[in-house]
């Protein structure tokens, strides 16, 4: 017994050291040759080798079994979508956290935001936690006013932004019902602080880990004053940079309770596809007609 139990715990260790690889040369190497390829031309990594289906399994270890099988089909043939368990977020924030850091997002801009609802009438009182990413929906209201065709949806359903084509008009912002799209003002968080540690700051007089480039659609981009992303509209693309390495989306991985799910929707084996179908299924502002593909279960 003590034995197989040795096995279990060797060949969970293993699956970790697969899964840190991958991540660390999706993020890294980039960094390092300074250039990253166009989202067609990407080469997937060598992606972990993951062990056969166990009853019990960790869902991250499924969904990464999913994420493998989705990204061997054309991409027109997938559907992207998350599903989201409000019974078991706890409102820690943790997915927030994780976004800004993946993303190095900076004040003012936040992809993922939990808004917080009480439920009843005192004394007989709850709350819930609802983590809001962007909707990515199928009629997206923020693509047809964009008057420079710089925000548009994917084949795979995921609805992005051409840094370099936006314009700063906000007029997506104003037509996303779901308030998911923010803008970039150029702000720092070290923006009116002493700035006497000479070692810690950059050229610009910005603390040098917000001027570090940050890789959304697989481009690197230092952050520059006057220089995209600032002066842009920006808004979660459910870390496309990352689905398209082999990687789950940061907010997944991070979240403490297990209680967010993503997977291609078009895949009936997949997880998402189980929890869609459950009759406690339901989507914010569906009388809308956006067909979002966040789901939540309730």
Avoid at 176 to 184: E, H, K, M, N, V
Avoid at 248 to 270: H, K, M, Q
Wanted: glycine letters at 6%; one cysteine or more.
């Amino acid at each position: 017994m003590a034995e197989s139990s040795e096995k279990v715990a060797l060949g969970r260790r293993d699956l970790l050291v697969k899964l840190a690889s991958a991540v660390f040369a999706g993020l890294v190497a980039p960094a390092i040759a300074g250039e990253s390829a166009p989202a067609e031309a990407v080469t997937l990594p060598e992606l972990p080798q993951l062990p056969p289906p166990q009853p019990d399994e960790d869902p991250l270890v499924r969904m990464m079994r999913d994420l493998q099988r989705a990204l061997q089909k054309p991409v027109e043939q997938r559907r992207w979508a998350m599903v989201i368990d409000l019974r078991k977020c706890v409102g820690c924030h943790a997915c927030t956290i994780s976004c800004v850091v993946e993303n190095k997002l900076p004040p003012g801009v936040v992809y993922r935001p939990v808004l917080e609802e009480e439920i009843g009438t005192y004394p007989h009182v709850t709350r819930r936690f609802i983590p809001r990413p962007c909707m990515q929906c199928d009629r997206p209201p923020c693509v047809p006013v964009c008057p420079v065709n710089a925000t548009w949806k994917r084949p795979d359903g995921i609805v992005v932004i051409d840094y370099d084509q936006c314009i700063g008009c906000r007029y997506c912002i104003t037509a996303c019902p779901y308030g998911a799209r923010t803008f970039d003002f150029g702000d720092r968080y070290t923006d009116g602080t002493p700035r006497a540690q000479a070692f810690l700051v950059g050229e610009e007089g910005a603390a040098v880990h917000e001027t570090i480039p940050m890789f959304e659609y697989d481009q690197p981009r230092p952050r520059h004053d006057g220089a995209s992303p600032v002066g842009n509209t920006r808004k979660c693309h459910f870390c496309l940079h990352r689905i398209e390495r082999g990687l789950l989306p940061e907010c997944v991985v991070t979240c403490i309770g297990r209680a967010t799910f993503f997977g291609d929707a078009n895949d009936p084996e997949s997880l998402v596809s189980e929890l869609i179908a459950r009759p406690n299924v339901m989507r914010l502002k569906e009388e809308l007609g956006t067909d979002p593909k966040v789901y939540y279960l309730l």
